[in-house]
């Protein structure tokens, strides 16, 4: 076993649609433990740092516009290869695609081409992990 420590958000379709605690009850449901939480109206700086990897991509400018349209709910997340554990409950990146069960499969919409609205973020290597949360958390 190997505890880690995965950056979760919760974006701005999830925080509107009040699908927060609903959220956090699958990750404490799961075992893992909630660290620290804070809500937070992101800026450009923060999010053009968090999806530097993604910069110059088609998706990338609505992406940002998509996570500064409301606050985000930003969690560490502590357990048992919870990197990879929280991206399995999150599901597929595109909501309809994303199996039933999941975050994304049961509780995300189809936004036609805007599958940037798919409610979560989870870290994907131990390395996003430990630059996610230095961001987000300081
Ligand atoms: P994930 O969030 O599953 O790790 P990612 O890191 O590849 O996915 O992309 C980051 C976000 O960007 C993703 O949650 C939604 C958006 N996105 C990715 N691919 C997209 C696409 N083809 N069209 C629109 N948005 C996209
Ligand atoms: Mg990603």
């Known amino acids: 076993m190997a505890v880690e420590e995965t950056l979760v958000l919760i974006k701005p379709d999830g925080v509107a649609r009040s699908l927060t605690g609903e959220i956090l009850r699958r990750i404490e449901a799961k075992g893992y433990s909630l660290v620290d939480i804070r809500l937070v109206q992101a800026d450009r700086d923060l999010l053009a740092a968090h999806y530097a990897e993604h910069e110059g991509k088609p998706f990338y400018e609505p992406l940002v516009e998509f996570m500064m349209s409301g606050p985000v709910v930003a969690i560490r997340v502590a357990g048992d290869r919870v990197i990879e554990g929280f ?52």
């Open 87 to 138: 991206r399995s409950l999150a599901g597929a990146t595109d909501p309809t695609s994303a199996a039933p069960g999941t975050v994304r499969g049961d509780l995300g919409r189809d936004w036609g081409l805007a599958v940037q609205q798919n409610l979560v973020h989870g870290s994907d290597s131990p390395e996003s992990a430990a630059r996610e949360l230095a961001l987000w958390f300081g």
